[in-house]
């Protein structure tokens, strides 16, 4: 199965198209060539026709060309980088707080699911006298809501941001972890009530899961914008990502 998952994946991946090697052919988003229907249909009423010319030639209500707000002074990169960091992904990575706290909370991630990993096998072996069938089946309450309920997270992290759920998401994620001792050796009550746990617990883990990256992103995102071509020309994102993933490793 976890072959087949990532055979899927891997053709997935092939056939996506990113926005910019599609710009770099011409393509633009909202691009379609309408062109020759105009042309088939005899050009259309006239009054039509001065009616659309005039509403692709007036201004929009909002010019995005300045949309963008002011860059604060603290995300302008010194002229000279100091020896410590001579990279400007590297300094930015060592002096801003705001992405010392993105990576802690992938550490934080990573290290309660590494403890789930390594301590659930032996605690169901313990307790229920679970072979490795059944206790690879009771990470299921731990996967599945993670699985289901992560899309939702981060449409709701990009639409009220990562403070909120940064606040609530360790606060919720305390309150299972603090009743894992609680199920003790028995039958399917006390296994029921370790499932529920693990899922209260996976609940947590989905608000933790989308804010390392979407922080990092938007603080590197006004670096990128306030320190034009010093990060290379398509910016430092994908050194972010390693980095992250060098972090959650």
């Not at 060309?65 to 990279?87: M, Q």
């Not at 989905?206 to 990256?213: A, E, Q, R, T, Y």
């Amino acid at each position: 199965m976890g072959l087949a998952f990532l055979g899927v994946d891997v053709v997935l991946r092939l056939g996506m198209v990113e926005r910019t090697v599609a710009k770099g052919y011409g393509a633009e988003d909202g691009e379609e060539g309408g062109g020759g229907d105009e042309e088939a249909n005899g050009g259309g009423d006239e009054s039509e026709g001065v009616s659309r010319n005039e509403s692709t030639e007036s201004p929009p209500l909002i010019d995005k060309t300045n949309s963008n707000p002011p860059i604060d002074p603290s995300y302008l990169l010194p002229e000279t980088l100091p020896r410590w960091a001579p990279n400007p992904v590297l300094y930015v990575l060592l002096a801003s707080p705001r992405i010392h706290v993105a990576q802690t909370t992938t550490l934080t991630q990573a290290t309660v699911l590494v403890l789930f990993g390594a301590i659930i096998p032996l605690v169901s072996e313990e307790l229920f006298n679970f072979t490795s069938l059944n206790a690879g089946l009771i990470f299921t309450p731990l996967v599945l809501p993670y699985l289901v309920l992560g899309p939702l997270a981060g449409h709701l992290v990009d639409r009220h941001g990562v403070k909120p759920f940064g606040t609530l998401g360790p606060l919720f994620l305390a309150i299972p972890l603090i009743y894992l001792p609680i199920p003790h050796a028995g039958g399917t009550p006390e296994i029921l009530k370790f499932g529920a746990i693990l899922a209260f617990c996976s609940l947590g883990l989905c608000m933790l899961s989308p804010l390392s990256v979407v922080e990092a992103s938007s603080v590197m995102e006004v670096y990128d914008r306030g320190n034009r071509g010093r990060f290379g020309k398509e910016g430092p994102y994908a050194q972010l990502y390693a980095v992250n993933s060098m972090v959650f490793s």
